[in-house]
């Protein structure tokens, strides 16, 4: 069975621009999870979406959204890309939200300049 | 404040010899997990622990949980180099969204 699967990998970008990042999770799991990993530092949360609805938003700005489509998958999107931004994107698949493992996938680099 | 502590946050350590990571955390939890993170690469599962007093091991490593306490701990038997990596603690804590991250323990197992 496939597991969690991002594209694209790697990605630049300059200031300003905007950007899309996929997700599809493990075959059966209705929730999503996006964090992003700061290098050097732990992942940090920034959504959940269980069954097309967001059930939990990390401390981010407006500047990052995201959604979940009918088949699970999940797109995230960031505008206005700051230097901060640059980081590894990770999304992550559970069975359901809250009390489940979850599998991670195997992230987007992104990288703004 | 919501918080998970890491120590130590560096770990320089030989073959053969036995170490410990710790992680706290700062309220209640439903569960709490064990990840492992090579370079570049994304985070691979090692452990869950549902309840206090569990206990998983799996070849070199064992973790363990203390709820009352807030703590887990995962022990690293007779080190080999394959184990060098950086191994993140999260906790599933009530009254958060998402899990939240320890900063992480760079080991590296020297030969």
């Known amino acids: 069975d496939a597991g969690v699967t991002q594209s694209p990998t790697h990605l630049i970008k300059t200031r300003g621009q905007h950007v899309t990042l996929r997700c599809s999770p493990i075959s059966g799991h209705k929730s999503v999870s996006w964090y992003q990993q700061v290098l050097g530092q732990g992942p940090q949360f920034i959504f959940q979406?269980?069954?097309?609805?967001?059930?939990g938003r990390g401390n981010f700005p407006d500047r990052f959204s995201a959604r979940q489509f009918p088949n699970y998958s999940s797109e995230l999107n960031v505008n206005a890309l700051l230097l901060g931004d640059s980081a590894l994107y990770l999304c992550?698949?559970?069975?359901?939200?809250?009390?489940?493992?979850?599998?991670f996938g195997p992230g987007t680099r992104l990288t703004v300049l | 404040e919501l918080k998970v502590e890491q120590n130590p946050l560096f770990l320089s350590m030989q073959e053969g010899k036995n170490y410990t990571i710790y992680c706290n955390y700062s309220?209640?939890?439903?569960?709490l997990y064990w990840y492992r993170q090579d370079p570049g690469k994304s985070l691979e599962s090692l452990f869950v622990?549902?309840?206090?007093?569990a206990v998983k091991q799996e070849g070199r490593l064992m973790a363990s949980l203390d709820t009352k306490a807030r703590l887990s701990t995962l022990h690293i038997t007779a080190a080999v180099h394959d184990l060098s990596a950086t191994y993140f603690c999260?906790?599933?804590?009530?009254?958060?969204?998402?899990?939240?991250f320890g900063k992480g323990t760079h080991l590296i197992i020297q030969p």
């Open positions: 622990l549902l309840s206090n007093g």
């Open positions: 309220t209640t939890s439903d569960r």
């Open positions: 979406y269980y069954e097309k609805e967001e059930r």
């Open positions: 992550a698949s559970s069975s359901e939200p809250y009390k489940n493992e979850q599998f």
């Open positions: 999260a906790v599933d804590m009530v009254g958060a969204d998402g899990l939240t």
